[in-house]
């Protein structure tokens, strides 16, 4: 079985913290993604990578960034949070193609 | 950029009635792929189209993908209280990294 798993299930900050959130798979999957979910507006997409090293900006990168540093691993890094960053943060990871991705449980961040 | 767009954003139905979500792209997708988020879980996959008027069936659950591959649908029978969750479509574009574009997703709640 695909697993994914995410560092926190719960987490709060406070606005101008630097966070961090990981997400780890254990299938060798090439690509790896983060997406924010809020009510409304489905999975957006934050950043996702397609190799170690190698990243992309998806729909929302604004104060963002991401690390991927080896295969397995890919974090997501708020510089400086701020309360309209709380969100619900769901990592997943796909082999290379068009195929299925496999989600982590979720982190849900609150900013205060 | 590739928008997928997803209704209606919430549907009621009592035990026993059908169930149809929407799906349209404003892009020619290579794919669609269909995926079930239970209250509080992730969201899993549950199947991929990817030929032009295609027709999948897995029990009472019926998806299509137009024959413009711009469009799909979702078709429940008969909805039992297990089918509680929101459903997403996502849409893959080919040679496309990323892979996939969410919709907002459809929120069912079957009432019993």
């Known amino acids: 079985d695909v697993k994914v798993t995410q560092s926190s299930r719960y987490l709060v900050k406070r606005t101008g913290e630097k966070v961090f959130l990981e997400c780890v798979q254990d299938?060798?999957?090439?690509?790896m993604f983060w997406y924010r979910q809020d009510p409304g507006l489905g999975l957006r997409l934050i950043y996702f990578s397609y190799d170690v090293k190698m990243k992309e900006k998806g729909d929302i990168p604004e104060g963002y960034s991401v690390s991927r540093e080896k295969k397995e691993r890919f974090s997501l890094i708020l510089e400086s949070a701020s309360t309209n960053q709380t969100s619900m943060y769901l990592c997943a990871s796909a082999f290379f193609g068009n195929v299925e991705q496999y989600f982590g449980p979720g982190t849900r961040l609150t900013v205060t | 950029g590739q928008q997928v767009m997803q209704i209606p954003q919430y549907q009621h139905v009592q035990e026993g009635e059908d169930f149809t979500t929407y799906c349209n792209s404003s892009?020619?997708?290579?794919?669609i792929q269909w995926y079930k988020q239970r209250p509080g879980g992730h969201p899993v996959f549950l199947i991929q189209l990817v030929k032009s008027g295609e027709v999948k069936k897995q029990k009472r659950l019926t998806f299509q993908f137009g024959e413009a591959k711009k469009n799909s649908s979702l078709h429940i029978t008969a909805t039992q209280t297990t089918d509680v969750g929101t459903y997403f479509c996502?849409?893959?574009?080919?040679?496309?990294?990323?892979?996939?574009?969410f919709g907002s997703g459809t929120q069912l709640t079957v009432l019993p």
């Open positions: 996502a849409g893959g574009a080919s040679g496309s990294a990323r892979q996939l574009t």
């Open positions: 299938m060798d999957h090439e690509n």
């Open positions: 892009t020619t997708l290579s794919n």
